[in-house]
C-alpha cells in the first residue's frame, strides 16, 4: 500500500510562489510516474504535471507550463511541485498520485492519491 502525502499548500497573493511537496510512503518501483492534479470547486480534476522517478517524460498541462516546475528527490521519496507567477486561477486542492504509466495525463492510470493540499491564490 502506498501512501502519499501532500504538503505545502496556503494563500498566497497573485503573481506569488508556492512549492507542494508529495511524499510517498516508501520508494514506489511498481509506480514508475508521479504526477499532480488540481480541482477547484465545482469543476472536475485536472491533470498538472507528471514527472517519472528518474526525473524524465516530463509533461506539463498547457495552463501551467512556463510558470509551474515538477521535480523529485529520489532520496526523500518526495516530489515537488515548484508554482510561480500564480494566478486566481490556480486556486484549487492540489493532488499527488502515483502511477504505472509514465506521462500520463489522465486520473485513469493513477493507482493512489494523496488527500490534497488547498492552494488559494487572491486577486
Known amino acids: 500500500q502506498v501512501q502519499l502525502v501532500e504538503s505545502g499548500g496556503g494563500l498566497v497573493q497573485a503573481g506569488g510562489s508556492l512549492t507542494l511537496s508529495c511524499a510517498a510512503s516508501l520508494r514506489t518501483f511498481s509506480f514508475s510516474a508521479m504526477g499532480w492534479f488540481r480541482q477547484a470547486p465545482g469543476k472536475e480534476r485536472d491533470f498538472v504535471a507528471t514527472?517519472?522517478?528518474?526525473?524524465?517524460?516530463?509533461v506539463y498541462a498547457g495552463s501551467v507550463k512556463g510558470r509551474f516546475t515538477i521535480s523529485v528527490d529520489n532520496a526523500k521519496n518526495t516530489v515537488y511541485l515548484q508554482m510561480n507567477s500564480l494566478k486566481p486561477e490556480d486556486t484549487a486542492v492540489y493532488y499527488c498520485a502515483a502511477s504505472r504509466i509514465s506521462g500520463a495525463t489522465i486520473m485513469y492510470w493513477y493507482n493512489y492519491w494523496g488527500q490534497g493540499t488547498q492552494v488559494t491564490v487572491s486577486s
Open positions: 514527472i517519472t522517478w528518474n526525473g524524465g517524460n516530463i
